[in-house]
Structure formats: structure tokens, C-alpha cells
């Protein structure tokens, strides 16, 4: 999906949705006043939990199991995050299980964000569903009737399938999803599906070639 279908389907669900919490057009999808106060709460107890669990030390395996527990309330079992790690809400994430996160692993999840079992993420991996208008005339901030600014913004969800690897420094745009067993190489900005068991590299990134059996290593073990 590309991003001016993307503002142009979320404007449209916006106009039909004016009744509904601003947390729930958030997630859907539409556009969404940021300032809400539930969305405010929602963002400074996950934005203290990350300060938290940032300032402890790896050692302190049980506290940071507490942390993350709260910060992302579905996950599974052997989820390992390196730390410093950055989650906007962190409770519209889910996480599979073994999965293993290196430093500063960032997750804007102001839409859904999916990752499934046996991921590797490197350093410096940023998940960013949110979107903004196009235009500045919608994108600018605006005054509340109390003077305090707002903006509206817009999100697409995440999904990264299980058994991939996001190498190093590595940017996934709002409304991408990762196929099973897909590798993303050091630096890639993905803007665009990418199919399952595929080498994809680049800015933007693109697949180079499936992963097959003649990538096959010898471990150890076998030898």
C-alpha cells in the first residue's frame, strides 16, 4: 500500500468515525487528536516504565521481567530486550516468543504492532506506525479552546512474521508486513511488503533473492 492511499483511506474512516474515542480511531487507523487524556496517560506510564527498565542493569533479570510485563502486556515466553528500548504505548504491541532485541529497540505503536516467535532484532530498529497529512494545512498544530496545542495524526499497523531477522539499523514504515522467514538488511527502510523467506536490502527496500536450502550452514553439532 502506498502512503497516499494509506492518508487517503484513514482521512475517509475519520469522517465516518467522529463518534468514536480517540483511542480507537487511533488504532483503526484515522485520523486522531494526540492530545487526548487517555492517550496522554496511556503514554507517560509507558514512557516511565522504559525510563525504568533503561536505568536498571542487566542483572536485574526479575525487575525487568516485571517491567516488560507491564509495558507489554501480551508477549511470550524468552522475550530478551537488550535495553535502552522506547515504546510510545508498548500495550498495542504483542510479542511472540524468543524473541531477542539488541540496544535501543523502537517501537512507536500508536497502531498495532505484531511481531511473531524466534525474531532477531539488531540495534538501532525502529518500528514506526505513525503517519501524518501531507498537506501542512492539516498537519500543523492547532489550539484547544484552553490554548494547549494538538495535532491530528494517523497510523497503519506493523506485522513481522516469525523466524525473521532485522539486522542492524533497520526502519519499518506504518502498514508494512514482514513475511515468515524474511531477512532485512543493515540500514533498509521498509516501506513495502515483503514476502516470506526473501533477502531484502535497501532504501527503499527491496528483495534481492529467496532464502533456500543453499543457504544452508553446518552447525556444529552436525559435524
Not at 504492532?113 to 492539516?138: C, K, S
Request: aromatic share 6%; charged share 25%; proline share 5%.
Amino acid at each position: 500500500m502506498d502512503e497516499d492511499s494509506k492518508l487517503t483511506g484513514a482521512t475517509a474512516g475519520a469522517a465516518k468515525g467522529n463518534r468514536r474515542s480517540q483511542r480507537e480511531r487511533m488504532l483503526a487507523g484515522e485520523l486522531y487528536d494526540a492530545s487526548d487524556p487517555e492517550l496522554s496517560q496511556l503514554r507517560v506510564k509507558a514512557h516511565e516504565l522504559c525510563r525504568l527498565f533503561n536505568a536498571s542493569s542487566e542483572q536485574e533479570r526479575d525487575l525487568r521481567s516485571r517491567l516488560l510485563d507491564d509495558l507489554v502486556p501480551e508477549h511470550g515466553q524468552d522475550v530478551d530486550c537488550m535495553g535502552p528500548i522506547y515504546f510510545d504505548y508498548g500495550c498495542f504491541t504483542k510479542l511472540g516468543s524468543r524473541i531477542f532485541a539488541n540496544f535501543n529497540f523502537t517501537v512507536l505503536d500508536t497502531c498495532p504492532v505484531l511481531i511473531g516467535d524466534d525474531v532477531m532484532i539488531g540495534p538501532n530498529v525502529t518500528l514506526a506506525t505513525p503517519l501524518h497529512p501531507l498537506r501542512w494545512q492539516e498537519r500543523n498544530l492547532r489550539r484547544h479552546e484552553d490554548g494547549s496545542l494538538y495535532d491530528y495524526e494517523l497510523g497503519a499497523p506493523i506485522t513481522i512474521g516469525s523466524n525473521c531477522w532485522l539486522a542492524s539499523n533497520v526502519t519499518v514504515a506504518g502498514g508494512v508486513t514482514i513475511g515468515d522467514g524474511a531477512v532485512i538488511g543493515a540500514g533498509s527502510v521498509v516501506t513495502h511488503d515483503i514476502a516470506p523467506d526473501s533477502l531484502a536490502v535497501g532504501v527503499p527496500c527491496r528483495v534481492i533473492r529467496t532464502i533456500t536450502e543453499a543457504d544452508r550452514m553446518e552447525l556444529p553439532e552436525e559435524g
